[in-house]
């Protein structure tokens, strides 16, 4: 079965930091561009870090400096580092690739912020 399934979500307090993952099953995410996305509530699910097959990473600006995407690939998983957190970044977290040209979407991990 082909599947992402992140974890790693939870409470944290503002200026905190929290580390998900994004397990793989039935693909190899090194030889994909692997994004991950985050919804907040009454807002739109947003992309704002990838990382590319060789390893490259971009970011969208709001985020930048505070998150590192990284991978695994012998665990075939994706990570994101997230750190000085705020209550604006509450949200839930989605890891996500191309998969057989259809999104392939993880179940998503709960994010929240506050004190």
């Known amino acids: 079965q082909v599947q992402l399934v992140e974890s790693g979500g939870g409470l944290v307090q503002p200026g905190g930091s929290l580390r998900l993952s994004c397990a793989a099953s039935g693909i190899n995410i090194s030889l994909y561009t692997m994004h991950w996305y985050r919804q907040g509530p009454e807002n739109q699910r947003e992309l704002f870090a990838n990382?590319?097959?060789?390893?490259?990473?971009n970011y969208l600006d709001a985020v930048k400096g505070r998150f590192t995407v990284s991978r695994d690939n012998a665990k075939n998983t994706m990570y994101l580092q997230m750190n000085d957190l705020k209550p604006e970044y509450t949200a839930v977290y989605y890891c996500d690739t191309v998969y057989e040209t259809q999104n392939l979407w993880g179940q998503g991990t709960q994010v929240t912020v506050s004190s």
């Open positions: 990382i590319f097959s060789d390893g490259a990473t």
